[in-house]
């Protein structure tokens, strides 16, 4: 096939120190990005607009390097998901994408979870705080500061499953039943069978990340959410592996709750972050009745899925919920909504869920100061009440603007601010 797309002359490459683990970014990066299925094509250009203005009034200057996948790539290449748009992320080691449509029907595996796969983004991030302004089913939306770190590569999603009546099914049905001896459990009839890995080396690589962002980010506690009251070989073994990393790992600087309690009578040492753990259903709960008690959340793939909707409802729901994907020296930043297909190509939603992604990409990239840029543009924005119409619905007065309006407000009330 040819090589269609050239990384811009303009730009330099992104490096990584494996040794030291040392991201090296040059102030005019190549940074691939994948505008998406769907609405991709509006939310796409809007922040790369809005990311544009931040890394302008910073100094800096990114090469986009534009590449494809779903719809837009099977026009070009005639596949969904081009080895060079995957190679281009693996050597440029920063991008963002929009969503993704997952093409309904057998054997097509959803592209997210592909690219995921491929790249061994092993974590999945999504920030959920509020932007003052944005529209709320809670009384104290400000309370929500949380951030959850989602497994990204096992668990139910990781793909092991068999359609019921096929032949892996029946003959998983047959090892279950006659070699393992678990009779009595599954009905007769057609069954349908997935597996749950849990493996300690995923869980341990996913809680140091949660962990390490705590501790750079100066927040108090980092809460295991599992099931192994019931699941106890999974997401039992998920929370035990969470401890033994907070214990032996990290010394002084991490505490867990046990041990505050029996040793330090719940005096917290200067500066450390406590590890504490809590059963999923409870914390679905918790997130809304104990909103302030909780910062970091760690968990398992879809605990992680349920959790992190659940709090973005509660600061304004997929229009504005933000997320990225981590690997070693990696990251893939995207937005927790999908395709919206109803709403494609009509300058209409919101694309501020995108432009918050490319805020912890900035960020990735030590450009904190762009980061904090994009932030506030976007929120000085909210509270002028210039909005898309999924907010303008749930706030009083204020303008209803297009995608493409929205982002120029940000990207001008930015460059007033840089
Ligand atoms: P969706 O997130 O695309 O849309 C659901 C609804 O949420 C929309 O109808 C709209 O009312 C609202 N919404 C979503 N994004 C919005 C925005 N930016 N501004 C305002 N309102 C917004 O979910 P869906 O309809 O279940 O999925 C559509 C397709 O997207 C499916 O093919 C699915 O597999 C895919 N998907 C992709 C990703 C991804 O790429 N990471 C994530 C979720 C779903």
Redesign the pocket.
């Known amino acids: 096939m040819a090589y269609t797309v050239e990384p811009p002359a303009e730009g330099r490459r992104i490096t990584y120190d494996e040794g030291s683990g040392e991201l090296r970014v040059p102030n005019n990066p190549v940074i691939p990005i994948i505008y998406?299925d769907?609405?991709g094509t509006d939310?796409g250009p809007a922040a790369r607009r809005v990311l544009d203005a931040a890394a302008e009034a910073t100094g800096r200057r990114v090469a986009w390097m534009r590449v494809y996948a779903g719809e837009a790539a099977r026009d070009w290449y005639g596949e969904n998901l081009p080895s060079e748009t995957v190679d281009a992320i693996r050597e440029h080691r920063v991008a963002i994408k929009g969503?993704?449509?997952?093409p309904v029907g057998s054997g097509f595996r959803?592209l997210?979870v592909a690219l995921r796969q491929t790249l061994d983004l092993y974590a999945n991030v999504r920030p959920t705080y509020h932007l003052d302004g944005v529209p709320s089913p809670v009384k104290h939306p400000e309370h929500m500061d949380m951030v959850t770190f989602r497994e990204n590569t096992e668990d139910v999603y990781a793909g092991i499953e068999w359609e019921a009546g096929t032949d892996g099914a029946e003959e998983l049905r047959r090892f279950v039943e006659e070699e393992l001896g678990c009779t009595g459990v599954i009905h007769d009839g057609p069954v349908g069978v997935g597996l749950k890995p849990i493996t300690e080396f995923g869980t341990k690589r996913l809680v140091r990340e949660a962990i390490d962002y705590a501790l750079e980010h100066g927040r108090d506690t980092v809460t295991l959410v599992h099931k192994g009251n019931i699941m106890k070989y999974t997401e039992g073994a998920f929370r035990d592996w969470g401890y033994e990393v907070a214990e032996r790992e990290y010394g002084d600087e991490v505490i867990t709750e046990d041990t505050l309690w029996e040793e330090r009578d719940g005096e917290l040492p200067a500066e450390a972050v406590v590890v504490n753990d809590r059963l999923a259903d409870n914390m679905l709960q918790q997130v809304l009745t104990r909103t302030e008690n909780y910062d970091v959340l760690a968990t398992p793939n879809l605990n992680g899925d349920y959790l992190s909707d659940a709090c973005g409802a509660q600061v304004g729901g997929?229009?504005v919920a933000p997320g990225a994907n981590f690997g070693e020296g990696r990251c893939l930043a995207?937005?927790?909504?999908?395709?919206?297909?109803?709403?494609a190509g009509q300058d209409k939603?919101?694309?501020t869920?995108l432009i918050l992604s490319g805020r912890i990409m900035l960020d990735f990239l030590g450009w904190s100061d762009a980061a904090d840029l994009v932030r506030d543009g976007v929120e000085a924005t909210i509270q002028d009440r210039t909005v898309?119409y999924?907010l303008h619905r749930n706030i009083d007065g204020g303008e209803k603007v297009s995608t493409s309006e929205f982002a120029e407000l940000v990207a001008e009330k930015i460059r007033g601010m840089g």
């Open positions: 998406g769907g609405i939310v969503p993704l449509t997952t959803s997210n997929l229009g995207e937005p927790v909504h999908g395709s919206a297909p109803k709403y939603v919101n694309p869920a898309t999924d």
